[in-house]
């Protein structure tokens, strides 16, 4: 079985100010990881992804995430955020072999100025 | 463009009163998929499909029914919709198991 759990359903920052938004996974086989942003009244759009290789993964926006098997996490930053990063973002996983993409119940992004 | 179409986007409905979303994609994926989303709950699989004619339950059926006839549509019928199945609903492809989904706009039902 596979789940993720993303820390905070909430988490405020101020503009310019570093984004962290925190995933933990449990999988059994060697995972897939998506970090997905969803604006108001819009689907989800994928930000990036790990699938094999290197563990530092950058994606758009200036977003990046870093696998860390060891942990189980696959944390989501950003060095310095701006107002039109307010938005709710969720992770989500695979498990190799595995057809099923989990998803996290997901993280509101407040920004402030 | 390459894209997963839903519609309708917005339908308000009755409770017992049958319909259908539809959801159709371009990209000749072979795996779609619905969810739900709903608030501090995030997005929940309804049903997925592997490719035409084979379909799986996911964490949430109950209530929901979907075929797949054509590699690109993946409607989701609701027989006899109840109020706890007022939410946002969206479909997904990818084109195998271990890639990004591609997801459509939602569609936001409310049954009353």
């Known amino acids: 079985a596979q789940s993720v759990t993303q820390l905070g359903s909430h988490v405020s920052v101020s503009e310019g100010a570093l984004v962290l938004l925190r995933c933990n996974y449990s999988?059994?086989?060697?995972?897939?990881l998506f970090w997905y942003v969803q604006y108001p009244n819009q689907g989800l759009q994928l930000l990036l992804k790990y699938t094999t290789g290197a563990t530092l993964v950058k994606g758009i926006n200036g977003f990046e995430a870093e696998f860390k098997k060891s942990e189980t996490s696959f944390h989501l930053t950003k060095p310095s955020a701006h107002m039109s990063d307010a938005a709710e973002y969720f992770c989500?996983?695979?498990?190799?072999?595995?057809?099923?993409?989990?998803f996290g119940k997901g993280t509101m992004l407040l920004v402030s100025p | 463009e390459a894209q997963v179409t839903q519609n309708p986007r917005y339908l308000i409905t009755v409770t017992g009163k049958k319909l259908t979303v539809t959801c159709s994609q371009n990209m000749n994926h072979e795996y779609m998929s619905w969810y739900r989303q709903d608030p501090g709950l995030g997005l929940r699989q309804i049903y997925y499909?592997?490719?035409?004619?084979?379909?799986d339950k996911g964490d949430v059926p109950e209530g929901y029914k979907v075929s797949r006839k054509e590699k690109r549509n993946f409607p989701l019928i609701l027989e006899s919709p109840s109020p706890n199945q007022t939410s946002l609903y969206f479909c997904a492809s990818r084109a195998n198991p271990n890639t990004e989904a591609f997801f459509g706009q939602g569609t936001r039902l409310t049954v009353v």
């Open positions: 999988s059994s086989v060697p995972p897939y």
């Open positions: 989500a996983v695979i498990a190799s072999g595995y057809s099923t993409l989990t």
């Open positions: 499909s592997m490719n035409v004619e084979v379909t």
